[in-house]
T-cell receptor
Framework: NAGVMQNPRHLVRRRGQEARLRCSPM?????VYWYRQLPEEGLKFMVYLQKENIIDESGMPKERFSAEFPKEGPSILRIQQVVRGDSAAYFC?????????????FGEGSRLTVL | KQEVTQIPAALSVPEGENLVLNCSFTDSAIYNLQWFRQDPGKGLTSLLL?????REQTSGRLNASLDKSSGRSTLYIAASQPGDSATYLCAPLNAGKSTFGDGTTLTVKP
């Protein structure tokens, strides 16, 4: 059973470009969470999605950031017009549908560098 | 709003020592609590999941306890090894958004 898969693992963008980060949850998991870890800082919640629905986006910056989890395919975190402050590691986690434990399974992360 | 505090922020010990990492949280209305380790430049590896009905959970040299009513959890590491050097994170789990502590960075010196 493959774990949570994130790609790309490393992404370099110039200011003003767009970054798209993908996350495939573990098989059987329909809950996806995105977290951001700025350099030398802790893990901060961004958004919680289920298939075709955004459940909680209270941690998402109001502008330039969006997330989706379509019926088919991976979850996408999209950052438009990137700025240097977006440079961070972006982690995706998934949990099983109907799980009462809430246990999180994390991917290896996507590391975005904005030049 | 859940706030999670981990103490100490950093810890350096000689190999072989037993040690305790502390986690406190403000909102006790949680499902469970999960401990992770993170190596530099890597993702999070799950260490232990303590369900809210449990008081503790053990895996090898690791033992985690949970006192939900007082909002505390501890991670006990026995006979520490250099390979245990990493950042340890705790996360009280809610139905959806879960808040992480800033972690304890552990260095075990040979």
């Amino acid at each position: 059973n493959a774990g949570v898969m994130q790609n790309p693992r490393h992404l370099v963008r110039r200011r003003g470009q767009e970054a798209r980060l993908r996350c495939s949850p573990m098989k059987g998991h329909s809950h996806v969470y995105w977290y951001r870890q700025l350099p030398e800082e802790g893990l901060k919640f961004m958004v919680y999605l289920q298939k075709e629905n955004i459940i909680d986006e209270s941690g998402m910056p109001k502008e330039r950031f969006s997330a989706e989890f379509p019926k088919e395919g991976p979850s996408i975190l999209r950052i438009q017009q990137v700025v240097r402050g977006d440079s961070a590691a972006y982690f995706c986690a998934s949990s099983p549908v109907g799980s009462a434990t809430g246990e999180l399974f994390f991917g290896e992360g996507s590391r975005l560098t904005v030049l | 709003k859940q706030e999670v505090t981990q103490i100490p922020a950093a810890l350096s010990v000689p190999e072989g020592e037993n040690l305790v990492l502390n986690c406190s949280f403000t909102d006790s209305a949680i499902y469970n609590l999960q401990w992770f380790r993170q190596d530099p430049g890597k993702g999070l590896t799950s260490l232990l999941l303590i369900q809210s009905s449990q008081r503790e959970q053990t895996s090898g040299r690791l033992n985690a306890s949970l006192d939900k009513s007082s909002g505390r959890s501890t991670l006990y590491i026995a006979a520490s090894q250099p390979g245990d050097s990493a950042t340890y994170l705790c996360a009280p789990l809610n139905a959806g958004k879960s808040t992480f502590g800033d972690g304890t960075t552990l260095t075990v010196k040979p």
